[in-house]
């Protein structure tokens, strides 16, 4: 006997909880510019409960179904078929606990990034992880993609600041691992599975986050480097003289410093004539605090001829100034068509990946731009590739990603892989990595319904 | 037709690689006191494909085998049975690559910590996992078992520390994931899952850590508490005023500082009349900088009224007595017999425990004595009842444990489940959570060959 699906979730979570028709096909299935969605339904399940009737439902049919959060991934990991069941937890909007002792605070998947984020301050706390898509990027999407942003040198990935888990499993199972302790050594972390996966081997419906002491003060710098192993040695001197409170150390290329600047938009801090700025930035007790430490960092670093010139900035307005800079990605469409890349590297390889890059390129592609910045304490870059037409991406992709094997690189820095980086995935995974991936996606779901064909086939 | 095993083993090991007979039991099961081992032998292979073949041979003879680490563990992880194999990674002890710039060591499994600390000196640079057992404990044991200890509030446990592993798993296959970088989302995190699974999934056999600019100064103060509550808002105005630089913030309940000062060989740098003492310790710069810094905030906190007494220690010896009070782990002795709990819970729930604690052992072991101390930032408590007989120790466990599942406490923060506290682990874990932790032991390592019977059953 068939069972009409759409009726059968529609007993499950009730008329509002389903959208289908125009309904669906009005949604994207990604960020900006992407395709709409294809889907049978897109179900929004109010409660944990009813995820879980609809996933024992689906797996007795063997639906496949996909996950979405809050789209505003990279890779096209919410991508999805006609012949899919989406699962949208946007009506699990709910923050359930904030423990300002504990300083933990627990929220339901659907939660925003930026929600989140305000909650934490309502008690004078803070949550660290931060990206520029906070007011649609959910909590449960962060999770399931491991989200890093702008402030991992100091805190680190999303899976650091997770304590606790509810996830449904493809079957409908409900694994309730909401611990709100740091220190949790029993059995396996299975949470540390889950985050990361990509939605492949569970769904996120509830999360406990940890919570820190939010900053009272910052102070921001702008420095120009003439040598790339000074920018390591920089980066040491800086890490420990501001012992922990680094929090931003964002190189820029030339070709990105000088791109942005020539735009009237900004007043160049420093002459464009360096190989390499920096934007520094501790965190910690009083402005006038940082401020000096700061400073102190700064004369030791020109001392030592690791820097050759420096702006620390006065004011808000002169460090908001330097930073839009920095986030200026609006510039970058001025090379249109652009590709972006999202890399890591150990630091002593990145000077030789993006010279032999740039010949690559140049062989390849003569006409190209190759703009280049990022968070060089994480070892990421994001390397930028302009003029470059939308139909000779393939090539591109095997340009970038194939030097970064030898080296120890990875494909994915921060983004996930998805569908679009998916036939990438060997150059950063061996094929007993793959295989072993592979063994736990069929010991969680072994009908292979959830998210099928991202990651891996 | 039935293989020797013995012989098989020696064929791949040679004989230096095997120890059989008197050589065997003449090793420990476990620390101090621990029993004899029993098992057919004790495979020492010198490489990573010597160990792949090793294994392949005991999974085709369904032949069981148990992991040694520096055999410091605390719960019985490393009991075997006369019929299993013991696998020791002794030696296994070079350290492979370091990497000054990229601040990543490459170690074989068998190194110890002491020794990976002491390399990281070597370059200036610093690994922060630190344990009493340094000298005996390795890496792969501390990996394999996640080790915390004396510095997780700065730096996390062995978990944040590790950013590549390679394994073996139970049929002998060669899982590589040495990656060097911080950033890295392509795909499940493997090394996560490895991790703190007490060797049940896999032998790790090689790992990449991550290194830190070693501190170079810190400052100590020992502070009295009247309150409970003042101890979690004198934790969240350390954390904000010494930014990131906040290495320890250890708390002795008054029976365990009156104990231990009661001792001639300590002076007591306070009077033993407060419920709580906190000794703070700050890491950065200088010395006078973290100084200035401690003194600024000991201000601050009498000025709240959150502290009633503090002694800022002004010279290294000074220092070290105040560390010596709360080390003096011999001073617990003099409550023999003792039995030591490592526990977690969120910090608002955890004197309500602690008094419920001491009701309930009121009533079952009127004669014994309970002393407290522990990582409070971390919410990890060590718990330790003194003159309770040994043949009451199940009993007492059951004391113990049963309080923490309603409060979401944790059974064991930092020292694992291994043998001895399987029987407790359902006070931790949910039997959705244990069930899909069976899942995953099941795909792994289908015939249950590696370290069966620890966890669970």
Redesign the interface.
């Known amino acids: 006997m068939t069972v009409n699906i759409q009726e059968a979730l529609t007993d499950i979570v009730g008329p509002k909880g389903i959208l289908t028709g125009e309904d669906v096909s009005q949604r994207l299935d990604g960020w900006m510019g992407a395709p709409q969605c294809q889907a049978k339904a897109i179900v929004r399940p109010a409660t944990t409960e009813e995820l879980s009737a609809v996933m024992k439902l689906c797996h007795q049919n063997d639906q496949t179904v996909t996950t979405h959060g809050g789209m505003t991934g990279l890779v096209g990991g919410a991508i999805s078929s006609p012949e899919d069941v989406v699962v949208s937890l946007e009506r699990m909007r709910n923050i359930i606990e904030i423990?300002a002792?504990?300083?933990?605070l627990t929220a339901e998947a659907g939660v925003t990034l930026q929600s989140l984020q305000e909650a934490a301050e309502g008690i004078d706390l803070f949550y660290p992880v931060d990206l520029g898509a906070r007011g649609s990027a959910t909590i449960g999407g962060n999770i399931a993609?491991?989200a890093?942003g702008n402030r991992?040198l100091?805190y680190?990935?999303t899976?650091?600041s997770i304590l606790g888990l509810e996830v449904v499993?493809a079957d409908g199972?409900?694994?309730?691992?909401?611990?709100?302790?740091?220190?949790?050594?029993?059995?396996?972390?299975?949470r540390?599975?889950f985050?990361?996966?990509e939605g492949t081997?569970g769904i996120v419906t509830k999360a406990v986050v940890r919570l820190?002491?939010?900053?009272?003060g910052e102070a921001t710098a702008l420095v120009a480097v003439e040598d790339f192993?000074h920018l390591?040695r920089l980066l040491?001197l800086a890490?420990?003289?501001?012992?922990?409170?680094?929090s931003s150390f964002e190189v820029m290329w030339n070709d990105f410093y000088s791109l942005v600047t020539s735009f009237e938009r900004h007043k160049a801090p420093l002459p464009a004539s360096s190989p390499f700025y920096v934007i520094l930035e501790?965190?910690?007790?009083s402005d006038e605090a940082e401020q000096e430490r700061l400073e102190v960092l700064l004369g030791e670093a020109l001392e030592q001829e690791l820097i050759s010139d420096a702006v620390l900035t006065q004011s808000v307005s002169e460090r908001e100034k330097v930073w839009a800079i920095r986030d200026d990605i609006e510039a970058l469409l001025s090379l249109n068509p652009i590709h972006g890349f999202d890399i890591?590297?150990?630091?002593?390889a990145m000077q030789g990946y993006l010279d032999t890059l740039r010949q690559d390129l140049d062989q390849h592609f003569p006409d190209c731009r190759l703009v280049v910045f990022g968070?060089l304490g994480?070892?990421?870059l994001h390397v930028i590739i302009g003029q470059v037409p939308m139909e000779d991406k393939k090539r591109l992709d095997e340009v970038v990603y194939r030097g970064l094997s030898p080296l120890?690189?990875?494909?994915?820095?921060?983004?996930?892989?998805g569908h679009e980086?998916k036939p990438y995935?060997q150059y950063?995974?061996?094929e007993?990595?793959?295989s072993?991936?592979k063994?736990?996606k069929?010991?969680?779901d072994p009908k292979q319904l959830l998210n099928r064909g991202k990651?891996?086939d």
């Open positions: 423990d002792e504990n300083r933990t993609t491991n890093g991992v100091r680190g990935m899976r650091d499993l199972t409900v694994v309730s691992s909401l611990s709100k302790v740091i220190k949790n050594n029993t059995g396996y972390d299975l540390q599975l985050i990361g996966s081997l820190r002491p939010k900053p009272r192993n390591t040491s890490e420990g003289a501001l012992s922990g409170g680094l501790t965190q910690g007790n890591s590297l150990p630091i002593p968070h994480d070892g990421n120890g690189g990875s494909i994915s820095a921060e983004h996930g892989i980086k995935l950063s995974r061996s007993n990595e793959l072993l991936m063994t736990l069929l010991a969680l990651i891996f």
